[in-house]
């Protein structure tokens, strides 16, 4: 079968089109026929070799942890009659830019009705890092929040997610008022630029930081006394070494600052808030946001468009 690896840390054009044998499910494992490949934020972060040293990312890599597909055999112990079913996986550490792949059954989700593959990927991990996102910031109804980077695929399903949650104000920063236009359809409700900056609230009780980078601490100043950060993304880069002395200025607004990553959510909650927005999506309740579909073998040209910024959503591929 095709895969794609990641042949030459750098450049886009370091990944390449390969064959590899065909996975035979094992033991509890199911077999599924990729129709769609979520391509994350952080498959180009892998891909420029800035992780080599963290997790084992080694040249040779194949990228890409979200798919969905039809499930086509089953290993030993595995219930014959998954067969046939359309389903949604997160692959875990890679492996996910493939025409099949082999995953423990208990982790497959059921897509409902007529949800395509390509918006399942658009929503399954967002949504749940969104999802957990907020929770972590303690976010209640009647708060306001900002959502930092708004325009990619968390942002997108945090907007959605704290509008329907009943929040009070939802600032987004985006790069293009047309951007904005398309967030205020999802359900911001104040559209700033990338530094804050823009007709919103006075302060917020909850900031979600997709972007991090030089330009952090500054948005500690957009917080409200007693206001929460966390921070999810680091998509402009780490945060300064400082910026624990620059939260500490702030002191008697009694802030909080976390960091959040999805691996410290048990994968069975995990699941149960995919299923959740599967459902949703399906009944029109959330919506999944496909910037553009493309054949495995352009992946060179979708990550290309990710490190250009051009993407709004998600990118999917299809072997
Ligand atoms: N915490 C977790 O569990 C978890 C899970 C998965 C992924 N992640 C992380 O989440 C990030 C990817 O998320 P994503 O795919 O939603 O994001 P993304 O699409 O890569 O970026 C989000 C938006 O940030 C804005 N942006 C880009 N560069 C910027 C800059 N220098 N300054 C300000 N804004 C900038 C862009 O929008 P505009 O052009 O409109 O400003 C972009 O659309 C990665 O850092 C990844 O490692 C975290």
Avoid at 47 to 64: C, H, K, N, V, Y
Wanted: negative net charge; charged residues 20%; glycine residues 14%.
């Amino acid at each position: 079968m095709r895969a794609v690896e990641i042949r030459t840390f750098g450049a886009p054009e370091g990944l390449a089109v390969i064959d590899v044998p065909s996975p035979v499910p094992a033991e509890g494992e199911v077999l599924i026929d990729v129709e769609a490949i979520g391509v994350g934020g952080v498959d180009t972060v892998i891909r420029s070799g800035a992780l080599a040293g963290l997790g084992g990312f080694q040249e040779g890599f194949i990228p890409g942890n979200e798919v969905a597909g039809t499930v086509t055999a089953v290993g030993g112990g595995v219930d014959p009659a998954l067969a046939g079913r359309r389903v949604w996986t997160f692959t875990g550490e890679g492996g996910g830019y493939v025409e099949q792949v082999a995953v423990p059954a208990d982790r497959i989700l059921p897509l409902p009705g007529d949800l395509p593959a390509t918006d399942a990927v658009a929503i399954g991990t967002s949504g749940m890092v969104a999802h957990f996102a907020l929770a972590h910031a303690h976010f209640a109804p009647g708060e306001s929040v900002l959502v930092r980077g708004a325009a990619g695929s968390i942002g997108i399903m945090t907007v959605q997610l704290a509008a329907q949650g009943g929040a009070s104000a939802v600032a987004v920063t985006t790069s293009s008022a047309e951007r904005g236009e398309r967030l205020r359809e999802l359900g911001a409700t104040h559209v700033l630029d990338r530094s804050g900056e823009g007709d919103g609230p006075p302060g917020y009780d909850v900031v979600i930081d997709i972007v991090s980078g030089v330009d952090m601490p500054s948005f500690f100043d957009r917080l409200k006394p007693n206001g929460r950060m966390v921070l999810v993304g680091v998509v402009a880069g780490m945060p300064p070494a400082d910026f624990g002395a620059k939260l500490m200025a702030t002191f008697r607004k009694s802030l909080s600052f976390a960091a959040f990553s999805a691996d410290s959510i048990p994968e069975p909650d995990r699941r149960a808030v995919s299923a959740e927005h599967f459902g949703a999506a399906a009944r029109g309740g959330l919506r999944p946001v496909v910037h553009e579909v493309l054949p495995l073998e352009k992946a060179v040209l979708a990550h290309r468009k990710m490190d250009d910024g051009e993407v709004f959503g998600r990118i999917v591929l299809t072997p």
